[in-house]
Nanobody
Framework: QVQLVESGGGLVQPGGSLRLSCAASGFTFSTSPMRWYRQAPGKERELVAAVTNVGGNTNYANSVKGRFTISRDNAKNTVYLQMNSLKPEDTAVYYC??????????????WGQGTQVTVSS
């Protein structure tokens, strides 16, 4: 059973930093692409950052480039989102997403439960 458990959200002042973690289980993490999405109140869910399985290549939404960094630790089955220089508009529920490799040649899309990030003074 695929499980994704996010942690690290909270309340932070503008300009501050947070690091989100997503602990994965139930699939072959090292061969599964991973992503972070976010959804603000009244808005659609949007892709924030992604990291590939092989090579660890990354890409980011324009709104977070230069401020956020996605990384993965395959030994710990964990993906991270380091968020610096946070702005009020970064306030949202952040979701971990996996293109989970559950068997040879079979992938399923899975979501975590989300973690709230609030940027406010």
């Amino acid at each position: 059973q695929v499980q994704l458990v996010e942690s690290g959200g909270g309340l932070v002042q503008p300009g501050g930093s947070l690091r989100l973690s997503c602990a994965a289980s139930g699939f072959t993490f090292s061969t599964s692409p991973m992503r972070w999405y976010r959804q603000a109140p009244g808005k659609e869910r949007e892709l924030v950052a992604a990291v590939t399985n092989v090579g660890g290549n990354t890409n980011y939404a324009n709104s977070v480039k230069g401020r956020f960094t996605i990384s993965r630790d395959n030994a710990k089955n964990t993906v991270y989102l380091q968020m610096n220089s946070l702005k009020p508009e970064d306030t949202a529920v952040y979701y971990c997403y996996a293109v989970a490799n559950v068997a040879s040649g079979r992938f399923i899309n899975s979501w975590g439960q989300g973690t709230q990030v609030t940027v406010s003074s």
